[in-house]
T-cell receptor
Framework: SQQGEEDPQALSIQEGENATMNCSYKTSINNLQWYRQNSGRGLVHLILIRSNEREKHSGRLRVTLDTSKKSSSLLITASRAADTASYFCATNTGFQKLVFGTGTRLLVSP | DVKVTQSSRYLVKRTGEKVFLECVQDMDHENMFWYRQDPGLGLRLIYFSYDVKMKEKGDIPEGYSVSREKKERFSLILESASTNQTSMYLC???????????????FGEGSWLTVV
């Protein structure tokens, strides 16, 4: 069962621009996480935001969480070509498993 | 750094063959997972193990089985491979919440399986 749905499915921007990806989910969560996947590789954890947090920063990443709307956004500021990847949100509902969304493909052109 | 190693990066198998995908982690994680990833479907959980010899079905267990005889090793078994099992398979591991893991999952590099 898919808990998270990312929007947009694909995003194409120029270097230096900001990239915003959104995630919506269906049930109450303990935390929400964002992962990155380079083409053909495994996923790498980027950032975790707990259900009682509204915003979190890590370097050029900013994540917001709105539990009333069951949505989260990931902002990458000053994008670089190396940020080209797929980005997934994953929700933790309190069990020992994460449920992943379908991902946003980000292309950053030089 | 956490290391999750999947033994085969690319495999080609014939329909009906028994296929073993092996995964080893070096961080003493209790939890281990097998996901498959298909275009447009994201990651779907096949099986999950929270301790040695313990396993739990995920969302799409049909056609698969798993083995966890040692804490560091989690094997995915396709008893009789079929063409609809052609996919990328991702192994992952994590600490459980009682060991402060926060459920952050660490992934291997993936195994591309083609069944012909």
């Amino acid at each position: 069962s898919q808990q998270g749905e990312e929007d947009p499915q694909a995003l194409s921007i120029q270097e230096g621009e900001n990239a915003t990806m959104n995630c919506s989910y269906k049930t109450s969560i303990n935390n929400l996480q964002w992962y990155r996947q380079n083409s053909g590789r495994g996923l790498v954890h980027l950032i975790l935001i707990r259900s009682n947090e509204r915003e979190k920063h890590s370097g050029r990443l900013r994540v917001t969480l709105d539990t009333s709307k069951k949505s989260s956004s990931l902002l990458i500021t000053a994008s670089r070509a190396a940020d080209t990847a797929s980005y997934f949100c994953a929700t933790n509902t309190g069990f020992q498993k994460l449920v992943f969304g379908t991902g946003t493909r980000l292309l950053v052109s030089p | 750094d956490v290391k999750v190693t999947q033994s085969s990066r690319y495999l080609v198998k014939r329909t009906g063959e028994k296929v073993f995908l092996e995964c080893v982690q070096d961080m003493d994680h209790e939890n281990m997972f097998w996901y498959r990833q298909d275009p447009g479907l994201g990651l779907r959980l096949i099986y999950f193990s929270y301790d040695v010899k313990m396993k739990e079905k995920g969302d799409i267990p049909e056609g698969y089985s798993v083995s966890r005889e040692k804490k560091e090793r989690f094997s995915l078994i396709l008893e009789s491979a079929s063409t609809n099992q052609t996919s990328m398979y991702l192994c992952a591991s994590s600490f459980p919440p009682y060991r402060g893991g926060g459920n952050t999952i660490y992934f291997g590099e993936g195994s591309w399986l083609t069944v012909v």
